[in-house]
């Protein structure tokens, strides 16, 4: 059995959620600015072919971003997969304890884009 220290793994996963946190921030913020450079693009006399080019570059910014947090996932369920085959398979500790995650999850309120 692998003997994993509990601090050390305590601080991981302090340090995996952050990740997570701060890639969802920047998931939220990349799609406010596709939102805003979509209306942007709409209000202006900017032509379509050029409009096109930000407009995909935005997006595939956006796409990387997702397909790193698909890749982070990948890596939690792995030391998940170490953690229960290691002295901490009985201690509540990490990322994959969803029962906990959603009952203890809170949503802050989400910043509102005036429309005109």
Known sequence: MLRI???????LAGDVRSAFDAVDVALL???RL??????????SSLPPAQSQQIITSVAQGISSVV???GDMVKALQ????VKRNSNLETVDLGCDNPIKTFTEATLPSPRLVPTS
């Open 67 to 69: 397909k790193g947090r």
């Open 29 to 31: 913020n990349g799609t």
């Open 34 to 43: 596709f939102g805003t450079v979509m209306e942007t693009a709409r209000c």
């Open 78 to 81: 792995q030391m998940n997969a």
């Open 5 to 11: 220290d509990e601090n050390a793994a305590m601080v």
